[in-house]
């Protein structure tokens, strides 16, 4: 039982080009999570995510940044135009769907550069 | 502002003793909490929580103390084994919406053989 499968693990961009970090979540888990650890900080919230649907983005900068998790396939995390300070590791966890299902089941993340 | 504290950026302990992680918080809201492991180059994984209906809850070598009226709660590892060196990340959550947790920023635990 694979868990949640993050790639790219690692990804280069120069400033201004988009970044696309995609997730699928563990088997049987139908939520999906994104947070952003910036260097030298702790994890914050991105946006929540269930199939087809964005249920919280409040932690989502307002421009530039994108998520989807469609039908079919993996979750999307798109960061158009980058800029340096976008340069961070991306943590996507999954949940299942039940109540009180309270622990997130993390990915190992994707780490962007921007240069 | 930072509503969840890890003041301890690292901590070394002997194998063997035990290791006292320590997490303050200032969101009176918040009802639940976790601890997650993070080793490098790997996400963080879930280790233990506790809600704040209780003050103690115990795991293994793994015990989580919540103390509400300071606002501070403990991980205690005991004995400490040099596999649990690691990053420690504290977690809260507020009326149930514990899937957008608010983090500390972490302590390093070397444990040393």
């Known amino acids: 039982n694979a868990g949640v499968m993050q790639n790219p693990r690692h990804l280069v961009r120069r400033r201004g080009q988009e970044a696309r970090l995609r997730c699928s979540p563990m088997?049987?888990?139908?939520?999906v999570y994104w947070y952003r650890q910036l260097p030298e900080e702790g994890l914050k919230f991105m946006v929540y995510?269930?199939?087809?649907?964005?249920?919280?983005e409040s932690g989502m900068p307002k421009e530039r940044f994108s998520a989807e998790f469609p039908k079919e396939g993996p979750s999307i995390l798109r960061i158009q135009q980058v800029v340096r300070g976008d340069s961070a590791a991306y943590f996507c966890?999954?949940?299942?769907?039940?109540?009180?299902?309270?622990?997130?089941?993390f990915g190992a993340g994707s780490r962007l550069t921007v240069l | 502002d930072q509503q969840v504290k890890q003041n301890s950026p690292s901590l070394s302990v002997q194998e063997g003793r035990i290791s006292i992680l320590n997490c303050d918080y200032t969101?009176?809201?918040?009802?639940?909490f976790l601890w997650y492991k993070k080793y490098p180059a790997e996400g963080p994984t879930f280790l233990i929580s506790?809600?704040?209906i209780k003050d103690k809850n115990e795991d293994g070598r793994f015990t989580v103390f919540l103390n509400k009226s300071a606002k501070h709660l403990s991980l205690h590892i005991v004995p400490s084994q040099p596999g649990d060196s690691a990053v420690y990340f504290c977690?809260?959550?507020?009326?149930?919406?514990?899937?957008?947790?608010?983090w500390g920023l972490g302590t390093s635990l070397a444990v040393n053989p």
């Open positions: 995510l269930q199939k087809e649907n964005i249920i919280d």
């Open positions: 977690a809260a959550s507020v009326a149930g919406n514990n899937r957008k947790l608010i």
């Open positions: 969101n009176s809201m918040f009802d639940y």
């Open positions: 506790i809600s704040s």
């Open positions: 966890a999954s949940s299942q769907a039940r109540p009180g299902a309270n622990v997130l089941t």
């Open positions: 088997k049987g888990h139908s939520h």
